[in-house]
């Protein structure tokens, strides 16, 4: 029966196996395309991948393949992935969503996001939330939530609304 690496050849392609998987998981390559691209059955990758050592020799390849900061091979794609936005915002042959998507993408990373307003017109009151602590909350401990509430309140009564405090003063 023949031994798994047996000849010199099997030896050697498992060790370039090993460093192709090595670049590709340096790369970004996903796991499942690797697995696939290398012909490596579930089981052996699975191995291979949860090896400690074969992650310390992904990093060290990312270290050499880009320098210290594994970040400076994102950030030198930057003006590329602006370009493509800025070619498909500006292409006549795009279909309109696809060009008003690149164009929100450029201003959502150029300007920021715009902050969206939230309006609450639910019927919170302190009435309901005195209710809510006096189920979660020991009796012990009520009297300094109630007078929490009420500072925070800004001196409304129990079940009393803003509008009220205003008709009154």
Known sequence: MKKLYDTKEDKLIAKLRKEL??????????????RDFLQIT???????????DMEE???AKRRELYGD????????????????????????????????????KILD???????Q???HSGGLSLTN???YVKD???????????EEIKALSGGLKVGQRGEEKDEEA
Request: no cysteine; net charge negative; hydrophobic share 35%.
């Open 129 to 131: 939330l005195m209710d």
């Open 117 to 119: 307003e939230i309006q």
């Open 57 to 59: 020799a992904i990093e």
């Open 69 to 104: 900061s594994y970040e400076e091979k994102w950030k030198s794609m930057i003006p590329d992935a602006q370009e493509i936005l800025r070619k498909t915002m500006m292409s006549e042959t795009e279909k309109a969503s696809t060009r008003i998507t690149a164009a929100e």
């Open 21 to 34: 998987m090595l670049y590709m998981a340096a790369t970004g390559q996903e796991d499942e395309y690797i």
């Open 136 to 146: 979660v909350t020991p009796s012990d401990q009520l009297e300094g939530v109630n």
């Open 42 to 52: 579930d089981h052996r990758f699975v191995k291979l991948r949860s090896d400690p």
């Open 109 to 115: 990373r150029g300007l920021g996001k715009p902050s």
